[in-house]
């Protein structure tokens, strides 16, 4: 069965922000737990990231970090800290549960290294 390539244009069109595929790790907190859950990214944008988690949240809420490597500009790596709010949670196997989140505010911090 063929399929007509003119739908991928039309559903690329309707995202508001281009999505960069990424497997790094998460920890994410949500305003149900009161620790830390680690995760992994599937992928991010300007405005949302996908993130597989090992368990469910419980808020609509959750907070997250992730590392970025060091790059010719940078001389250590930075730690992106997320506030974001839940938009659709799916059942995703094995991988556990998928989270898609709106990011509602983000500051980037120099990372600790552990020496």
């Known amino acids: 069965m063929k399929t007509d390539p003119s739908w991928k244009t039309v559903l690329s069109e309707c995202r508001a ?3 960069y595929a990424m ?3 998460v920890v994410v907190t949500d305003s ?6 680690k995760a992994k990214v599937r992928d991010v944008s300007r405005r949302g990231i996908f993130i597989y988690l090992p368990v469910e ?4 809420k959750i907070e997250f970090a992730f590392e970025l490597p060091a790059d010719a ?3 250590q790596p930075a730690q992106v800290r997320c ?4 938009v659709r949670v799916e059942a995703s196997g094995e991988a556990g549960v998928g989270v898609a989140a709106k990011i509602n505010s ?3 911090v120099p990372s600790v ?3």
């Open 17 to 19: 922000a281009e999505r």
């Open 23 to 25: 497997d790094l790790p």
């Open 32 to 37: 149900g737990h009161a620790g830390v859950v």
């Open 57 to 60: 949240v419980s808020g609509s």
């Open 73 to 75: 500009d940078a001389e």
């Open 83 to 86: 506030k974001a709010t839940v």
């Open 106 to 108: 983000y500051r980037f």
């Open 113 to 115: 290294r552990k020496a």
